[in-house]
């Protein structure tokens, strides 16, 4: 397995601010028709739509703890190359 210098691992960052607002966007309209379709007499179809809206949920928060991961590991590589220039 070849490995990769942590430069090139993490060329490309996660960014989720403008796809995290768009996917909190989107679980509170399928929650809101959801809430629907339960008061109109819809029971299964309102816990599916509950369930997609769970589903992309657990999908931002995953993805959110690997753009904290990233920063992490970001943070501790510029850390060490300003020590290694000497600046502080």
């Known amino acids: 397995m070849k490995k990769l210098g942590e430069e090139k691992?993490?060329?490309?960052?996660?960014?989720?601010?403008?796809?995290?607002?768009?996917?909190?966007?989107?679980?509170?309209?399928?929650?809101?028709?959801?809430i629907l379709l339960y008061v109109f007499q819809f029971?299964?179809?309102?816990?599916c739509v509950w369930a997609v809206s769970g589903?992309?949920?657990?999908?931002?928060?995953?993805?959110?703890?690997i753009e904290a991961h990233q920063d992490n590991v970001m943070n501790e590589i510029t850390m060490k190359e300003n020590k290694k220039n000497g600046e502080n």
């Open 9 to 34: 691992r993490y060329k490309h960052k996660l960014n989720m601010l403008e796809p995290g607002t768009k996917m909190l966007k989107c679980i509170g309209i399928l929650s809101l028709i959801g």
């Open 43 to 47: 029971r299964i179809i309102a816990f």
């Open 55 to 65: 589903i992309i949920f657990a999908i931002l928060l995953i993805l959110l703890a």
